[in-house]
């Protein structure tokens, strides 16, 4: 069974960073694409950015030029850089896992509080 398990939340102040990890026991990690979804109190769940296995992203216009999503297919991890940091990016932040690229997510993370505040 596949599991992602996230890290890295928290609390930061605006215009501060934070880095999310998300490690995914998995075999061949690498043939699927990663995304990084939020959902914040009263709000829908909305995608933050994804990226393939060939390495292409796309982002949330919201977060384009602040976040950056990578991953690492050695260690079976993807990254989310959050940087810049505002207030209405507080949300639960979910690692999600799709078998194929634009199709929903077929594995959903616990998700991890991310908190901008001061």
């Known amino acids: 069974q596949v599991k992602l398990v996230e890290s890295g939340g928290g609390l930061v102040q605006p215009g501060g960073s934070l880095r999310l990890s998300c490690a995914a026991s998995v075999s061949i990690f690498s043939i699927y694409t990663m995304g990084w979804y939020r959902q914040a109190p009263g709000k829908q769940r909305e995608l933050v950015a994804a990226?393939?296995?060939?390495?292409?992203?796309n982002y949330a216009d919201s977060v384009k030029g602040r976040f950056t999503i990578s991953r690492d297919n050695a260690k079976n991890t993807v990254y989310l850089q959050m940087n810049s940091l505002k207030p209405e990016d507080t949300a639960v932040y979910y690692c999600?896992?799709?078998?194929?690229?634009?199709?929903?997510?077929?594995?959903w993370g616990q998700g991890t509080q991310v908190t901008v505040s001061s």
């Open positions: 999600t896992l799709a078998t194929r690229p634009g199709n929903p997510p077929d594995v």
């Open positions: 990226i393939t296995s060939g390495g292409s992203t």
